[in-house]
């Protein structure tokens, strides 16, 4: 039997458009999508290219002269992730691992295997959404995780006393690669369900960590199913986008109460008023 040829695609683009292309090609279920200085790589097997989709996307962010690919020798995506995924610390209280690694005995210790999902801790933005989670007493609460991806979010808010958790991602991979990781560490209190914007009830605290469009989106019914002294953590976009989200949260009755930042990247905590 004949492999799969995959094609490597490279698309040059600016730190404006670069996350929300990155989302679109990962929704659209392409594989091995990442970030390499000034431009995006990203993979898909030859039987399954479909280029008017491609240009559908990138004619959107008129990147549609801004794109090159090329054919590539077949990747173990394991070996792959294996090689670069290297353990990540946060602070002096969480790690986060794959299994093969050495424990680091610190209080909260993450293990997982990201396969194709988004999400192994190292990008600033769900480094910096893990230390919020980390300095807050999420003792006896309810949380709820949109785009929970590889659930790492998820499991550190089951770790830090979490009463309940609801991880909510529309990608299969993602959905299979959450249950997977959070059966590793023993997660009992976790309920992953694949949905787009569809949940109820109310929460303590809710997680967005996508990007700026989609939160801008979302916020309103955040606002709607936050608990009165319950929180929204938004993450996924840059300092620069903060404006927009001051802006929005006012119209709502909400508040920024705190930010926090990462080499450009922002994420905040939004309250009610």
Not at 33 to 42: G, K, R
Not at 233 to 251: M, Q, R
């Amino acid at each position: 039997m004949l492999k799969s040829q995959y094609l490597e695609f490279t698309i040059f683009c600016n730190d404006d458009t670069k996350e929300i292309v990155e989302s679109e090609l990962l929704f659209a279920g392409f594989e091995g999508v990442w970030e390499n200085n000034d431009h995006l790589c990203f993979y898909v097997k030859e039987e399954d290219l479909d280029m008017e989709l491609i240009k559908s996307i990138l004619g959107q962010y008129h990147l549609i002269e801004n794109y090159s690919y090329k054919p590539i020798e077949n990747i173990n995506w394991n070996a792959q992730w294996e090689s670069s995924f290297h353990p990540l610390t946060i602070g002096d209280q969480c790690s986060i691992r794959a299994a093969f690694h050495e424990p680091t005995h610190l209080p909260y210790d993450i293990i997982i295997t990201p396969k194709m999902s988004f999400g192994t801790g190292h990008h600033q933005t769900t480094y910096l959404v893990a230390e919020i989670l980390l300095s807050l007493n999420l003792e006896n609460l309810t949380v709820l995780d949109m785009g929970c991806g590889t659930a790492i979010l998820s499991i550190l808010a089951e770790k830090l006393g979490a009463k309940s958790v609801l991880a909510i991602d529309n990608d299969d991979w993602a959905i299979e690669n959450a249950k997977e990781n959070c059966l590793a560490n023993t997660c009992n209190n976790i309920s992953i369900v694949k949905a787009d914007a569809d949940f109820n009830g109310q929460y303590d605290i809710i997680i967005s960590n996508i990007n700026r469009n989609i939160n801008l989106e979302m916020l309103e019914k955040y606002a709607s199913n936050i608990n009165r002294n319950g929180k929204i953590i938004v993450s996924g976009f840059y300092t620069h986008d903060i404006p927009a989200f001051e802006i929005l949260a006012h119209t709502l009755g909400l508040k920024i109460a705190f930010r926090k930042e990462m080499n450009d990247w922002a994420c905040l905590i939004i309250e009610p008023c």
